[in-house]
């Protein structure tokens, strides 16, 4: 199905949301704090011997297939990003997640097992609830009114070996292992 035909068959709330997951992930845009002007693969740094080894950005999901999967599946058909086309894929086991750039994981079901897997191969973590960052994931987007908002989890980033970029971190609510946001 192409990336259009996708959209369309989302609801109105689930286009919107589709949006702003695409625009935080791939893209900056201009306009107010939230996670509209934010792009996560931009402002992430890899270790460099394992970002020179692939011509991919390789966008994983994993997790319940809903309205948010859909959205992610959504991004592969999308321009290059920091010179790297965009390879979306579904992994069904968590050992699976450590060849990915990016994981972006659906549901709390199994979010866990999920972060773990990812954090033995510098994979961004990205979680689509409230709490997902404090329980080890990277970076968790929430719903604050009609917006779309992110939390960091900058020791779960380390930990994975990432360095994400002050202006990205900036404008995300900040939280550690085990706490809620600040």
Known sequence: VRHRDRKKNLSRAARKQARDIELAILKTT????????DNFAKFTDWPEELWSKSNKLRLCMAGTRD?????????DAKPPVRGKEIEVRSVSRPDDAASCHILVIAGREGMTQWARGAA??????????????????????????????????????SRAGLKLSSQLLKLARLVKDGQGGK
């Open 67 to 75: 309205g948010f999967s859909q959205a992610v599946a959504a991004l």
């Open 30 to 37: 201009t306009g107010d704090a939230g996670v509209g002007r």
């Open 120 to 157: 033995n191969g510098h994979v961004l973590t990205v979680g689509d609830g409230e709490g997902f960052a404090p329980s080890g994931g990277i970076i968790g987007l929430f719903v604050e009114g009609e917006k779309v908002r992110f939390e960091i989890n900058q020791d779960a980033a």
